[in-house]
């Protein structure tokens, strides 16, 4: 099946420090959505991505759809200690299909004061 | 508004046995559906729903069923189970069509297999 591969699995930074994450896919994608989890907590919906190149930014998030929509990634700015979680993509593929959605595996951000 | 609801939220089964987990919204979503997570393994589809009446498999369907009798409702059966099954749940619908919209996800159900 389709997949999408999300890197780094953990990233460790201090307080203060810039953090990305990256996604890339082998085919094309329709759209990309990030989501946030935090500790314990259930996934949160931070944006979608649907045209080539498109980028989006909130406060310190800023999200980036590649030129040929197979890859994508998120960079925050000066990372505070609300930002801990995992960060996940999940991304549709051209002509939907019965799967929808497919999540890469995630990002943990761990931020040490 | 509630949006997505889960019961329970933990439980314990021993193999073999049986047992309902609970997805409700109050958003009038027409797609809904299941998925689990595991350490290291992301979200993975269940099953998932596009209406009333309409269900369809998802990525890991085995050991489980659905049925979608209203809008609202969308509970997910264990069959039988089995310590492979332990993982935390969690239901998400979304306005219409899997991938469009985004995902509203319930606060999941930590399910322990003995």
């Known amino acids: 099946g389709q997949q999408v591969m999300q890197i780094p699995q953990y990233q460790h930074v201090q307080e203060g420090e810039d953090f990305t994450t990256y996604c890339n896919s082998s085919?094309?994608?329709?759209?990309i959505q990030w989501y946030k989890q935090r500790p314990g907590g259930h996934p949160v919906f931070l944006i979608q991505?649907?045209?080539?190149?498109e980028v989006k930014k909130q406060k310190r998030l800023t999200f980036q759809f590649g030129e040929a929509k197979k890859n994508s990634s998120l960079h925050i700015t000066a990372t505070q200690t609300t930002d801990v979680g995992t960060y996940f993509c999940?991304?549709?593929?051209?002509?939907?299909?019965?799967?929808?959605?497919?999540f890469g595996k995630g990002t943990h951000l761990i931020i040490q004061p | 508004n509630a949006g997505v609801t889960q019961t329970p939220k933990f439980q314990v089964l021993k193999t073999g046995q049986s047992m309902t987990l609970q997805c409700a919204q109050d958003m009038n979503h027409e797609y809904m559906s299941w998925y689990r997570q595991d350490p290291g393994m992301g979200l993975r589809l269940i099953h998932y729903?596009?209406?009333?009446?309409?269900?369809d498999q998802g990525e890991v369907p085995n050991g489980y069923n659905v049925s979608r009798s209203t809008t609202e409702d969308f509970p997910l059966r264990l069959l039988s189970a089995a310590p492979s099954q332990t993982s935390v749940y969690f239901c998400?619908?979304?306005?219409?069509?899997?991938?469009?919209?985004?995902?509203?996800f319930g606060p999941g159900t930590r399910l322990t297999v003995l």
């Open positions: 085919t094309t994608l329709s759209n």
């Open positions: 998400a619908s979304s306005y219409s069509g899997q991938g469009y919209n985004e995902q509203f």
């Open positions: 991505l649907v045209k080539s190149g």
């Open positions: 999940a991304g549709l593929y051209s002509g939907g299909g019965a799967d929808g959605l497919t």
């Open positions: 729903s596009v209406g009333a009446g309409i269900t």
